[in-house]
């Protein structure tokens, strides 16, 4: 980055006045500042400037060339956007560390770590760089519109971050196998009462927020309506019923469609195994 002839004029006029009295005392630098000002260099970049011609000083006499300050302003720049840039990916994967963190249950009976909740919108726009094909837009409501393939292609990016090889986990979809034993545990209240899950009686034909009724002991969270979820093992087949469906229809519902289809009372439960 070349410095335009503003900050070349108060690189100098900066030079000057360490030349002369070999450092900088408070009237020297509020006058420079305020001549900087008015020639359009901000207080950051006069900062920059200062400390620039203050590290090219050698014995407190010889002081770097313009084109020196140039390459040095210009690196401090680089490191500025590189860390702008890292600050922002550690915003966007968010998600993705809090899910690892607090929305898993360890299941060693099953040699597995089970997801609370179905897959949210924001942890899938946090993997999958923005996109969200939901149909009924929250990003605390369960990912929908996805197929079986969005899925896998899904799980891929999510296991090649950075957070999750760190952690050694790898992530897969539930198997129907997996589902059933989940489902058998579950004691009479669970299974017969509307506490803890959307159903077409109560839902209102929507998706609602993951996590908004009650837990079953396990910890786990709709495992029966809200959106049925793909199973890993079974190309195409869903379960667990949706917000369409019967509360009783619900544990027994499995339902087969081709990979490619996006149905909006479909999504996905994350199960990851350590290595």
Same mark, same amino acid.
């Given at each position: 980055? #070349?410095l335009?002839?503003?900050?070349?004029?108060?690189?100098?006029?900066?030079?000057?006045?360490?030349?002369?009295?070999?450092?900088l005392?408070?009237?020297?630098?509020?006058?420079l500042q305020?001549?900087?000002?008015? $020639?359009?260099?901000?207080?950051?970049? @006069? /900062?920059?400037?200062?400390?620039?011609?203050?590290?090219? %000083?050698?014995?407190?006499?010889?002081?770097?060339?313009? %084109?020196? %300050?140039a390459?040095?302003i210009?690196?401090?720049?680089?490191?500025? %956007?590189?860390?702008?840039?890292?600050?922002?990916?550690? &915003?966007?994967?968010?998600?993705?560390? #809090?899910f690892m963190?607090? *929305?898993?249950?360890?299941?060693?009976?099953?040699?597995?770590?089970?997801?609370?909740?179905?897959?949210?919108?924001?942890? +899938?726009?946090?993997v999958?760089? *923005?996109? =969200?094909?939901?149909?009924?837009? =929250?990003?605390? /409501?369960?990912? #929908?519109?996805?197929? +079986? $393939?969005?899925?896998?292609?899904f799980?891929?990016?999510?296991?090649? @971050? &950075?957070?999750v090889?760190? /952690?050694?986990?790898?992530?897969?979809m539930?198997?129907?196998?997996e589902?059933?034993?989940?489902?058998?545990e579950?004691? !009479?209240?669970?299974?017969?009462?509307?506490?803890? *899950?959307?159903?077409?009686k109560?839902? $209102?034909?929507?998706?609602?927020?993951?996590?908004?009724?009650? !837990?079953?002991?396990?910890?786990l969270?709709?495992?029966?309506?809200?959106?049925?979820?793909?199973?890993?093992?079974?190309? *195409?087949?869903c379960?667990?019923?949706c917000?369409r469906?019967?509360h009783?229809?619900?544990? /027994?519902e499995q339902?087969?469609?081709?990979?490619? #289809?996006?149905?909006?009372?479909?999504?996905? &439960?994350?199960?990851?195994?350590?290595?």
């Amino acid at each position: 980055m #070349e410095l335009n002839d503003n900050e070349k004029k108060v690189l100098d006029a900066i030079q000057n006045v360490l030349r002369q009295k070999g450092s900088l005392d408070m009237m020297s630098r509020m006058a420079l500042q305020k001549d900087a000002a008015a $020639n359009g260099v901000g207080a950051l970049r @006069f /900062r920059e400037l200062e400390k620039a011609a203050k590290e090219g %000083a050698v014995g407190g006499t010889s002081l770097m060339s313009s %084109a020196d %300050a140039a390459k040095q302003i210009s690196d401090v720049d680089q490191q500025m %956007a590189s860390r702008k840039h890292e600050i922002e990916m550690e &915003r966007n994967h968010q998600p993705i560390i #809090e899910f690892m963190e607090s *929305g898993l249950i360890s299941r060693p009976d099953m040699n597995c770590l089970i997801a609370k909740t179905h897959v949210t919108q924001k942890l +899938w726009a946090a993997v999958m760089d *923005g996109d =969200d094909p939901s149909f009924f837009k =929250d990003p605390d /409501r369960p990912v #929908e519109s996805v197929s +079986w $393939n969005d899925c896998n292609k899904f799980i891929e990016k999510l296991n090649s @971050f &950075r957070e999750v090889k760190d /952690r050694k986990f790898q992530f897969r979809m539930i198997r129907d196998t997996e589902w059933d034993t989940l489902i058998k545990e579950l004691n !009479a209240d669970e299974k017969e009462s509307e506490d803890y *899950g959307w159903f077409w009686k109560n839902s $209102n034909y929507a998706t609602h927020s993951v996590a908004t009724k009650k !837990a079953y002991k396990s910890g786990l969270y709709d495992l029966v309506g809200n959106v049925m979820s793909w199973v890993v093992n079974s190309k *195409g087949v869903c379960v667990g019923g949706c917000y369409r469906s019967g509360h009783s229809d619900c544990f /027994r519902e499995q339902i087969s469609y081709v990979p490619e #289809e996006k149905i909006n009372y479909v999504g996905l &439960r994350l199960v990851a195994m350590k290595f």
